[in-house]
T-cell receptor, first 119, second 115 residues
Framework: GAVVSQHPSRVICKSGTSVKIECRSLDFQATTMFWYRQFPKQSLMLMATSNEGSKATYEQGVEKDKFLINHASLTLSTLTVTSAHPEDSSFYIC???????????????FGPGTRLTVL | DQQVKQNSPSLSVQEGRISILNCDYTNSMFDYFLWYKKYPAEGPTFLIS?????DKNEDGRFTVFLNKSAKHLSLHIVPSQPGDSAVYFC??????????????FGKGTKLSVKP
């Protein structure tokens, strides 16, 4: 099946610093990538939808200036958490949708996730 | 408010028996449903899906049933194997209305299959 990688898998940073998380589709081109966040014992919550070459669409309540998303190529999307605070500590997961026709039901392939801890 | 609900946080089943995982949804705009399986420290893996025009979809040991009138779906795994032990997420896509395909997840059910 299709493979999506995320880097880093785990990061610990000090409050006020910025952290960049990369999401790559390794063996397919992804016109659309999604960024999710999961708090303990909660469901994965969509943060934003990113289409290659255009601005990301953020879900209600997600600050676009705090969570910067760049989808510069068909295989790479990045999420930058700017001025991180302890409440940003969470599990961040990306997914990439394969499919040339951008059907909303095309299978999404998930990365392994990034555990962010802000001290 | 949770639009996709998995009311059982955990389920324990004996190897060889049937596992039934349940999911309820509240939004009538949802018309495509998926089940994902997740191991610790890994991302979710797609298992099986069903469109709202069907009431059943089968793939090997996995069968998903959809009851639209009750806004309920279930995942049956038979026979259950120890390797099936994982967290199972139910997810929905509101295809109608121009969705880009963003998944709306339930909280998950942790399945433990005992040898």
């Amino acid at each position: 099946g299709a493979v999506v990688s995320q880097h880093p898998s785990r990061v610990i940073c000090k409050s006020g610093t910025s952290v960049k998380i990369e999401c790559r589709s390794l063996d397919f081109q992804a016109t659309t990538m999604f960024w999710y966040r999961q708090f303990p014992k909660q469901s994965l919550m969509l943060m934003a939808t990113s289409n290659e070459g255009s601005k990301a669409t953020y879900e209600q309540g997600v600050e676009k200036d705090k969570f910067l998303i760049n989808h510069a190529s068909l295989t790479l999307s990045t999420l930058t958490v700017t001025s991180a605070h302890p409440e940003d500590s969470s599990f961040y997961i990306c997914s990439a949708r394969a499919g040339l026709e951008r059907s909303p039901t095309d299978t999404q392939y998930f990365g392994p996730g990034t555990r962010l801890t802000v001290l | 408010d949770q639009q996709v609900k998995q009311n059982s946080p955990s389920l324990s089943v004996q190897e060889g028996r049937i596992s039934i995982l349940n999911c309820d949804y509240t939004n009538s705009m949802f018309d495509y449903f998926l089940w994902y399986k997740k191991y610790p420290a890994e991302g979710p893996t797609f298992l099986i899906s069903i469109s709202s025009i069907k009431d059943k979809n089968e793939d090997g040991r996995f069968t998903v049933f959809l009851n639209k009138s009750a806004k309920h779906l279930s995942l049956h795994i038979v026979p259950s194997q120890p390797g099936d032990s994982a967290v199972y997420f139910c997810a929905a896509i509101p295809v109608l209305g121009g969705s880009q395909g963003n998944l709306i997840f339930g909280k998950g059910t942790k399945l433990s299959v005992k040898p």
